[in-house]
């Protein structure tokens, strides 16, 4: 199957509630890497790489809300081609 890579950013009440450490979470448990990391205006930005149907999978979860503590609006996406391979799901600062 082949390996490709999503960029996700996800805009409501996400920071201060725990998603980037629940969508690590999430991610491992689906077999992806990648990150989570806090963006300046308030979203978080989400990069999951592995199968396609498990990249599927974890955009799915961001869209049905994510973790209970948050408030997901809307989760915009887009194919990417990283510069560099991740080698596990992170959270970046």
Known sequence: M???????WVHGLVQGVGFRYSTQREGLKLGLTGYARNMDDGSVEVLACGEELQVD?????????????????????????????????????
């Open 2 to 8: 082949a390996t490709v890579c999503t960029l996700a």
């Open 57 to 93: 999978k974890l955009i799915a979860w961001l869209k049905a809300g994510g973790p209970r503590s948050a408030r997901v609006d809307k989760v915009l996406t887009e194919p990417h081609q990283p510069d560099r391979q991740c080698t596990d799901f992170s959270i970046r600062y």
